[in-house]
């Protein structure tokens, strides 16, 4: 595969990405749709208990994608706009280890099951993304099945990585898992593959994808496929997975819409948890720097870390988590369970995932859920859909100590500010900022001052109301 400028994209609107590398399109934004986006992300094989059952021929009773049903209205009280999927693709066991891209998994249900959910979810105003796993597949793959009888000179053996093995060559895998089988990603099958996949879930109905596993793909290949995907879905989002690295260089490199803020996301829990908000505040600069370029996607759990009421000791800073998220400039995704405080240790063993990747009953038989987090998520999703001018508002730290930070978040000349408070003692802010109106707070102490191990949220300018839609 070559760094050869896509047909699609005309030659006026690219730019080159870091050191010559590959393009991206420099007059395409985001779709506008995103700019409104809070993501309510599932598990799903977790969430209606299929996992980790092998059978692959569902029962008369066990369309399980189904049991989503009834939480999508949960997900619009939340002030969700999207449902963001894990994998549903068959596969053989996690969903990460997919064996035919174009089925739906069968302990999930059929393709008629998925189409039913993606309709209710659009009857609400819900969007609704997929995950898609394009840098390895399972090794119960037909093609890989096909490559290890062939080898590596094969037809089939085309599509597969190959590294020096033992016995001679051998798949090479990813990070070590033995069934998850790496992609040629220099083939062009592998990238027309791709492309059909995603081009062809989009035509059933989906929005948006997230790559799994995309900081291990070459950022040509990205580069490659999705200026083919987006010529006949321009409306499409699409966010990848990435850990660790250069975030703003990846996304002008491979021509994503986003990436996974992993780095956002540790400075919250660890500056609340060690009681140093100069971490935070380190983080947040990194932050703002980011959305200068892009947007990046923001959280505080997911499937795959330890819930955040299980990181957190102090069951006080909790709160200081919801807000933070609701607030920051990103594409915000909540974790299903985190805000019912649902608790989940990630363990590195086999199986280490199960605590965190929960089965949920029917939404009105949820067992002593914690409904003043759930009222509060729900008031300050509120909040940012009424400042829709969040989505890509950067942040300036108006006082810092290691328990007290006062942030001012601005975009399009709009301003608010966000104290957060850490101490057993009340703060008083300082005079010009406690005139400032009081949008929202953890209790109702005295005005301009924030109580122990409390936040508040003000209006940007003195006498700003919180109705304004951005």
């Known amino acids: ?58 029962g008369p009773d066990e369309h399980r994608l189904r049991r989503l049903l009834p939480w999508l209205d949960h997900a619009v009280e939340l002030g969700a706009s999207g449902i963001a999927l894990g994998p549903v693709l068959a596969s053989s066991t996690h969903g990460y280890d997919t064996v035919d891209h174009r089925r739906v998994d069968p302990r999930l249900g059929t393709e008629a099951d998925l189409d039913e959910l993606i309709a209710q979810a659009h009857a609400r105003g819900l969007k609704v993304q997929l995950d898609g796993v394009f840098n390895h597949v399972g090794r119960e793959h037909p093609l890989v099945q096909a490559a290890l009888a062939g080898g590596p000179t094969s037809e089939a053996g085309r599509w597969v990585r190959w590294r020096d093995g033992a016995d001679g060559p051998e798949p090479d895998v990813f990070e070590g898992h033995d069934g998850l089988v790496a992609l040629d990603h220099d083939e062009p099958l592998v990238a027309d593959l791709v492309v059909d996949v995603m081009t062809g879930w989009l035509d059933r109905g989906i929005d948006a994808w997230r790559l799994d596993a995309a900081y291990a793909v070459p950022e040509r290949f990205w580069a490659h496929v999705l200026p083919r995907v987006r010529a006949a879905h321009p409306d499409v989002w699409i966010s990848a997975e990435v850990i660790h690295g250069d975030y703003a260089g990846f996304v002008a490199a491979s021509g994503v819409d986003s990436v996974t803020q992993y780095e956002l996301w540790k400075a919250v829990w660890s500056s609340l948890e060690d009681r140093n908000l100069w971490e935070l505040d380190h983080a947040l600069g990194r932050h703002s720097a980011m959305l200068a370029e892009f947007v990046p996607t923001t959280f505080v759990g997911n499937h795959d870390v330890t819930r955040i009421a299980s990181r957190l000791t102090d069951p006080r800073h909790l709160p200081h988590t919801v807000v933070l998220l609701a607030l920051l ?17 990630k363990e590195d063993r086999a199986g280490g995932d199960d605590a965190v990747r929960p089965p949920f009953p029917a939404p009105d038989e949820l067992l002593a859920p914690d409904e003043r987090l759930h009222r509060l998520y729900r008031d300050l999703i509120g909040l940012r859909r009424r400042h829709a001018w969040l989505h890509r508002a950067r942040t300036r730290t108006l006082h810092l100590t290691n328990t007290q930070i006062l942030l001012e978040l601005t975009a399009q000349g709009r301003s608010l500010l966000l104290a957060l408070h850490l101490d057993d003692t009340p703060w008083a802010l300082p005079t010009d900022v406690a005139a400032h109106a009081v949008l929202d707070a953890s209790d109702g102490s005295t005005p301009g001052v924030v109580g122990p191990h409390g936040w508040m949220v003000l209006a940007g300018t003195p006498g700003d109301d919180d109705e304004l839609d951005g």
């Not at 809070?38 to 021929?57: I, M, N, T």
């Open 329 to 345: 400039g990103g594409t915000p995704s909540v974790y299903a369970g985190d805000e019912y405080a649902f608790r989940g240790v």
């Open 1 to 58: 595969m070559t760094d050869a400028p896509d047909p699609a994209v005309p030659d006026e609107a690219r730019t080159r990405g870091p050191a010559g590398g590959p393009t991206r399109d420099a007059l395409r934004d985001e779709p506008a749709w995103v700019r409104h986006a809070v993501w309510w992300h599932v598990y799903p094989l977790g969430f209606v208990d299929a996992f980790p059952v092998r059978s692959h021929v569902p």
